[in-house]
Each structure stands twice: as C-alpha cells, then as structure tokens.
T-cell receptor, first 116, second 110 residues
C-alpha cells in the first residue's frame, strides 16, 4: 500500500530557531498533501493544503509566514516552523493520497516538535 | 463556517457489544465521508469511505451509514474487542480539503 514517510520523527530545538519537517510520498506522486497539528489529547487540526508547484492554502488562523510550506516536487512537501517558540511544541503530521479517494489518505508517522 | 461535531467524551463499552459513534456536520455538502482510526501518538489510518448516494457501507465488523438530509454519519463497531479501543475520526469530503472532527474515543472493556 501507499507509504508516506515523514522526518524527523522527533526534534528538539531552541526557541527562536527554525525547524524543517519533510513529508515524502514513496512510490507515488502526490499533487496535494495536507499538514496537521495536534496538541496532547486534542483533535487533529488542519493547518494547510500543500499544492505541488503552487502556493499552499492555509486554514484560517494559521500564520503563513510562520509555517512555511514548500511542495517543490510531486513526492516531497516540507513544513518549516520559523522562529519557533515553546507554544509551537506539538505533533505535526502530513497526509497524501495515492489512488482514488475511495482508498483514503495515508498519513506519515508524525513529528514530535519540542521547543525549549 | 464548516463544522464537524463528534462527541469527544470516551465511550466505554463492554467487549462483544456494538459501539455506535455519531458524526454531524454543518455547512458541508460532501460527496463522500471518510472514517479513520487514530491510536495515541500515531497518524490516522483509513477505515471506510461512504458516498452520498450510498446509505450504508460495511467492512468486516464495521458499518457506516450516511444521511445527507440529517447531515449525519453513524459508525458502528459490532462484536467490539479491546483492540478496537482507539479514537475514531470522521471527515466529510470534497473541495480538496481533508478536515476532521474531534473524534470519538472508544474504550472496549474486557
């Protein structure tokens, strides 16, 4: 089945630095990828829709200058958390779809970001 | 604005019984609705998709209904097992956007 690889799985960074998270679709092309954030015991919140070759579509309330999304190829989307602060500490996860929507979306394993 | 409502309080159910979860949505006209399962610390896993012209869909011990008039989907786990304990998420589909409700947490008690 479809596999979405996400790296790193865990990252600890200092406040004020930037962190890049990669989301790769393995063996399939994804023109669209979704990025989510999940705080402990909270729901999965859609942050943005990443579109290959064009600008990402951000959800209301998500700062596009803080969460930079680059979907430069059909197999790779990146999320960069710029000038990270402790409140950005969260679980970030991406998803993509290989086939018809009837087969659902495949999610990466997630990235646990801790900002100290 | 679009809203997806699920009861995020845990549903405790005895093993062997049927768990029924509800997903209501507003300001959506979905062509389909998806259900996913999420375990703690992991990404969601796709379970089922039901289209607007389907009343019911089954997969093994799972059954999903979709009522576009009520704007509601019901998700049933029959003969529940402790391994079914997880959070179940619904996602009304369409418009190239995949958003989820808060999820229904299920705890199956042996």
């Amino acid at each position: 089945g479809a596999v979405v690889s996400q790296h790193p799985s865990r990252v600890i960074c200092k406040s004020g630095t930037s962190v890049k998270i990669e989301c790769r679709s393995l063996d399939f092309q994804a023109t669209t990828m979704f990025w989510y954030r999940q705080f402990p015991k909270q729901s999965l919140m859609l942050m943005a829709t990443s579109n290959e070759g064009s600008k990402a579509t951000y959800e209301q309330g998500v700062e596009k200058d803080k969460f930079l999304i680059n979907h430069a190829s059909l197999t790779l989307s990146t999320l960069t958390v710029t000038s990270a602060h402790p409140e950005d500490s969260s679980f970030y996860i991406c998803s993509a779809r290989e086939k018809d929507v009837a087969y659902g979306y495949t999610f990466g394993s997630g990235t646990r970001l801790t900002v100290v | 604005s679009q809203k997806i409502e699920q009861n995020s309080e845990a549903l405790n159910i005895q093993e062997g019984k049927t768990a029924t979860l509800t997903c209501n949505y507003t300001n959506y006209s979905p062509a389909y609705l998806q259900w996913y399962r999420q375990d703690p610390g992991r990404g969601p896993v796709f379970l089922l998709l039901i289209r607007e012209n389907e009343k019911e869909k089954r997969k093994e011990r799972l059954k999903v209904t979709f009522d576009t008039t009520l704007k509601q989907s019901l998700f049933h786990i029959t003969a529940s097992q402790p391994a079914d304990s997880a959070t179940y998420l619904c996602a009304p589909g369409g418009n190239n956007r995949l958003a989820f409700g808060k999820g229904n947490q299920v705890v199956v008690i042996p």
